[in-house]
């Protein structure tokens, strides 16, 4: 089976940087995704990495290394409005669809 | 920017009742997909849907649940025998192709069962 852990709560102040960390234990998958959600809302797509490395997409950063088992997604310049749920997802091998297999999220607080 | 929506946005039934959790996906979207969300718990794959059938599920999606495209745009969930632990957040999805881009998630339905 596949399993992705995430720290549950993670607190920073306002303009800062932060990683949320997700390690993972996975038979294989295409690629690590990273969704924010708010207040139970709709997850909303953030990042994708399928190779290992680094990608930047404006304030969002994520890194993926397969060797490790380990992702992160960084956050800079925190405002206010990036308080919220964070989940690491894959697309595992072996499946007849693109589903998806979340991690166990963390919830970002962001303080003035 | 196109959005997959999901009706009603709040469902109470009681227990032991059926209950039809309906959603649009994306107009040129071919995969559709329902997961559930136990309050404060991570999100969980139900069930995937391609070419008008199932292509996969999990082992929740068990004979209670069943998925059915009964018209060119709507995609439903349907339940039945509505049990307290089947109360959640059901959220509807759909993707153009494979690749975890390009996958639309709705707002959701919360369904409280009493």
């Known amino acids: 089976g596949q399993s992705l852990e995430q720290p549950s709560e993670v607190t920073a102040v306002e303009g800062a940087i932060v990683q949320i960390n997700c390690t993972y234990q996975?038979?294989?998958?295409?690629?690590l995704s990273w969704y924010q959600q708010h207040d139970g809302g709709a997850p909303t797509f953030l990042s994708y990495?399928?190779?290992?490395g680094l990608e930047e997409t404006g304030r969002f950063s994520s890194f993926l290394s397969r060797s490790d088992s380990y992702g992160y997604l960084l956050l800079q310049e925190l405002q206010m409005k990036d308080s919220a749920s964070y989940f690491c997802?894959?697309?595992?091998?072996?499946?007849?669809?693109?589903?998806?297999?979340f991690g166990t999220g963390t919830l970002l607080a962001v303080q003035p | 920017e196109p959005e997959v929506t999901q009706t009603p946005s709040h469902q109470v039934t009681q227990m032991g009742q059926e209950v039809i959790l309906r959603c649009v996906p994306i107009?040129?979207?071919?995969?559709f997909y329902w997961y559930r969300q136990i309050l404060g718990q991570k999100v969980e794959f139900l069930v995937s849907?391609?070419?008008?059938?199932?292509?996969?599920k999990s082992e929740i999606f068990d004979d209670q649940f069943s998925v059915e495209r009964p018209d060119g745009s709507n995609f439903t969930l349907k339940i039945r025998s509505t049990k307290l632990e089947d109360s959640a957040m059901y959220f509807c999805?759909?993707?153009?192709?494979?690749?975890?881009?390009?996958?639309?998630f709705g707002s959701g339905t919360r369904l409280t069962v009493v």
């Open positions: 849907f391609y070419n008008n059938e199932i292509s996969e």
């Open positions: 997802a894959v697309n595992p091998y072996g499946g007849a669809t693109n589903k998806l297999i």
């Open positions: 990495n399928a190779l290992d």
């Open positions: 996975t038979s294989g998958f295409y690629g």
């Open positions: 107009s040129n979207h071919l995969y």
């Open positions: 999805a759909s993707s153009r192709g494979q690749g975890a881009r390009g996958y639309t």
